[in-house]
């Protein structure tokens, strides 16, 4: 596990399904939190040494995710995404908690800031912040995101492109294609996720 992950970190070496079914035991008889303990309690975990409490932190963020209020992405998740990052940290917190809290509050400001942050992970998590969203996608929008790091060949920031237009590609296919005609040097890793998506659009 260690090093599939890139010695980011070391690991327990617990799976998925077990470390899901401990945490439920742990969790079952706690009180809710306030936006505030959730947040605090995840900055904690993530501050352990092994990888399996930075897992934990995004499944306690899914757990209690009504807790989460409209500040929290700017007091707790901004910190989450950048401790000990790696993808497998910034996709979990993704889809746990920068997706469904973009949705329900405005963030569009927090998101305009991690993507002009220069730090590949919170400009990951900016262009993939409506994974999940499908017909509620702001289509225009996340092409600008697509747009203004067009020209990276960082690989993660790549691939949250190509994944970006993936799944825009099953809703609007024909702006898909207009905004690959228009970015000829797009990486080819953002064009074979992209084209991923137009095939089965």
Do not use: N
């Not at 970190?9 to 077990?18: H, S």
């Not at 509620?136 to 092409?143: A, M, N, P, Q």
């Amino acid at each position: 596990m260690r090093a599939y992950m890139k010695d980011v970190a070391p690991f327990l070496g617990i799976r998925a399904g077990e470390r899901r079914r401990a945490l439920h035991s742990a969790w079952h008889d706690l009180e809710p939190p306030d936006s505030d303990q959730l947040g605090e309690a995840c900055l904690a975990l993530v501050g352990l040494r092994e990888r399996e409490f930075s897992y934990a932190a995004y499944d306690l963020i899914a757990r209690y995710l009504d807790a989460a209020d409209e500040t929290f992405l700017i007091e707790f998740m901004q910190d989450l995404l950048t401790t000990k990052p790696w993808w497998d940290t910034v996709d979990g917190l993704g889809t746990a908690g920068v997706s469904p809290l973009c949705q329900r509050y405005d963030a569009r400001e927090i998101v305009y800031l991690w993507s002009r942050s220069g730090d590949r992970w919170l400009i990951r998590a900016a262009i993939q912040h409506q994974r999940g969203w499908k017909h509620d996608t702001d289509i225009e929008f996340v092409l600008e995101l697509c747009h203004v790091h067009a020209m990276s060949r960082e690989f993660f920031v790549a691939k949250a492109i190509g994944w970006a237009l993936r799944d825009l590609a099953r809703m609007d296919a024909q702006s898909v294609r207009r905004f690959l005609h228009e970015h000829p040097d797009l990486s080819p890793v953002a064009v074979r996720e992209a084209r991923r998506g137009l095939s089965t659009s």
